[in-house]
C-alpha cells in the first residue's frame, strides 16, 4: 500500500509541473489548466496498479490530460477568439516577454490543431515521434511528418514568409 | 543515409536521436549545422512556453488524493492518511523546500572536487558504466552516450555517479543525483562553463559542458540512456 501512495507522489511530484505547462498552452488558461491535472492525477490514481513503469506513466499522464481537455468541448463549445490574448490576458504575467518568445508563442498559436499538438507534444513533453503516434492514435510517420512540417512553419513564421495555414494544406 | 533523409528524420526524432542520426551529424558538416538550428529551436520553444507553475500544485493534487480516498475510507482515517502522504511527500520534494541558491552551490562544489580526465583515457565499456549506475538504482541503455570517466561520489550525503561525456567534440560532466530532487530546472554556470540541474522524476542531474548545446545535447542522451526520464 505504501508503495502505491510513493509512486502516486513521485509521480505527482514528477510530471505535475510539465503537465501543467502543456494543459494551459492546450486551454491558455490557468485555472483550467490546474483543472485538467488535478483531474488527470485522479484518473491516474484510480488506475494507479496499471502504471508501475515511470516512463509509460508519463505518456499514460499526457494522453489523459489531451483526453481531459477533448472531453470538456464535449460539454461546452468554448468561444474562441482569435485576438492575441497575450494582450489582455493576465494569465500570461511571469513568462518570457522578450519579442523573439512572443513570436514563437504567436506561431505555435497559429498551427493548425493537428500540427500544434504534436509540437508540444515533443517541446513540452519531451516524447519521441513514436510514443506521440501512440498517444494520440495516428502512425509514426504521420507524426514525424506533422513535426517536421510544424517546425517548419514555425520557423517560416518567424521569418515572416509564410502563413500556417499552406504547408498544412499540402 | 543521406542528408534529405537526416534532415527529416532529426527534427521529428528529437529528443532521442537515434545512433545512425547522431552518426551522420557526426561526419557531415552541413547537416551538423542543421541540427544544431533545430536545437536552438527546441530550446527557444522551451523557454518561450516556459509558463510558470503555481506555487503547491503537487501538494494541493497530493492533498485531493488524501480527501478523496479518506471520503471513501471514513473519516476516522483521515489522520493516518494525511501522515502518511505528508510524509511520502517531504520525502520526495526536498527540493520544493530547498533552498535553490545553496543546492545549487553544493552540486557545483561537488563538481568542482570530481577528478578530469587524462587525455589518453579511452572511452569505458558501456558494462562498466551501467554497473556503476545499477549501484544507485539506475538503469543504464547502451549505445546512446560515450562516457570517458566514471566513478560513485557523495553529493550531500547521498549517493551520485559523476560522468564525464563526450558530446560534439568535447567532454561534459554529469552528476546523476537518484537521491536529490529539485522542482525545476536551475540554470548553473562559471567561467566558460554553461550547465544546469534538472529535474527527473527519479531525483535530478547536473549537467556541465563548453557550450549550451553540448549541455542540451548531453541531457537529451542521458535521458534516453537511464530510466531518469
Same mark, same amino acid.
Given at each position: 500500500m505504501q508503495d502505491r501512495h510513493a509512486f502516486f507522489a513521485s509521480l505527482v511530484t514528477g510530471y505535475s509541473a510539465e503537465l501543467y505547462r502543456f494543459a494551459f498552452w492546450l486551454c491558455r488558461d490557468r485555472g483550467i489548466a490546474e483543472d485538467l491535472v488535478q483531474e488527470t492525477f485522479a484518473r491516474s490514481w484510480k488506475s494507479i496498479d496499471q502504471l508501475r513503469d515511470m516512463a509509460a506513466a508519463k505518456a499514460w499522464l499526457?494522453?489523459?490530460?489531451?483526453?481531459?481537455? !477533448?472531453?470538456?468541448?464535449?460539454?461546452?463549445?468554448?468561444?474562441? @477568439? @482569435? !485576438? @492575441?490574448?497575450?494582450?489582455? !490576458?493576465?494569465?500570461?504575467?511571469?513568462?518570457d516577454d522578450r519579442p523573439e518568445a512572443f513570436a514563437l508563442r504567436t506561431a505555435i498559436r497559429k498551427l493548425p490543431e493537428e500540427y500544434r499538438e504534436p509540437l508540444l507534444l515533443q517541446v513540452l513533453g519531451g516524447f519521441s515521434g513514436e510514443d506521440i503516434a501512440a498517444m494520440i492514435g495516428i502512425k509514426a510517420? !504521420?507524426?514525424?511528418?506533422?513535426?517536421?512540417?510544424?517546425?517548419n512553419m514555425v520557423r517560416r513564421q518567424l521569418l515572416g514568409t509564410d502563413d500556417a495555414g499552406n504547408e498544412a494544406q499540402q | 543515409m543521406n542528408c534529405e533523409e537526416f534532415r527529416n528524420a532529426y527534427a521529428a526524432a528529437r529528443p532521442r536521436v537515434p545512433a545512425e542520426l547522431e552518426a551522420h551529424r557526426r561526419w557531415c558538416r552541413a547537416c551538423a549545422?542543421?541540427?544544431?538550428?533545430?536545437? /536552438? %529551436?527546441?530550446? /527557444?520553444l522551451v523557454q518561450a512556453l516556459n509558463v510558470e507553475v503555481p506555487e503547491g500544485l503537487a501538494d494541493r493534487i497530493l492533498q485531493r488524493n488524501v480527501n478523496a480516498r479518506v471520503r471513501r475510507l471514513g473519516t476516522w482515517h483521515f489522520a493516518a492518511a494525511a501522515a502518511l502522504v505528508a510524509l511520502v511527500s517531504a520525502s520526495l520534494m526536498i527540493g520544493s523546500w530547498t533552498d535553490r541558491r545553496e543546492f545549487r552551490n553544493d552540486i557545483v562544489t561537488a563538481l568542482n572536487e570530481q577528478p578530469l580526465p587524462r587525455v589518453q583515457d579511452a572511452l569505458l565499456a558501456d558494462a562498466e558504466v551501467a554497473e556503476l549506475l545499477r549501484g544507485v538504482g539506475v538503469s543504464y541503455r547502451s549505445g546512446l552516450v560515450s562516457v570517458r570517466l566514471a566513478r560513485r561520489c557523495q553529493v550531500r550525503g547521498t549517493e551520485a555517479v559523476y560522468l564525464v561525456v563526450q558530446a560534439n567534440g568535447t567532454d561534459a560532466s554529469v552528476l546523476v543525483m537518484p537521491e536529490l530532487s529539485v522542482d525545476d530546472r536551475v540554470e548553473i554556470s562559471g567561467d566558460g562553463w /554553461?550547465?544546469?540541474?534538472?529535474?527527473?522524476?527519479?531525483?535530478?542531474?547536473?549537467?556541465?559542458? %563548453?557550450?549550451?548545446?553540448?549541455?542540451?545535447?548531453?541531457?537529451?542522451n542521458m535521458r534516453a540512456a537511464t530510466n531518469m526520464l
Open positions: 499526457f494522453s489523459t490530460l489531451r483526453n481531459e481537455n !477533448a472531453r470538456r468541448f464535449e460539454r461546452v463549445q468554448p468561444e474562441y @477568439d @482569435d !485576438a @492575441d490574448l497575450e494582450q489582455v !490576458a493576465g494569465d500570461y504575467n511571469g513568462i510517420n !504521420a507524426v514525424m511528418v506533422r513535426i517536421h512540417r510544424a517546425r | 549545422d542543421f541540427a544544431t538550428h533545430e536545437d /536552438q %529551436l527546441d530550446r /527557444q /554553461q550547465g544546469a540541474i534538472v529535474r527527473c522524476p527519479k531525483g535530478s542531474m547536473a549537467i556541465t559542458g %563548453l557550450s549550451d548545446q553540448a549541455v542540451a545535447s548531453v541531457e537529451a
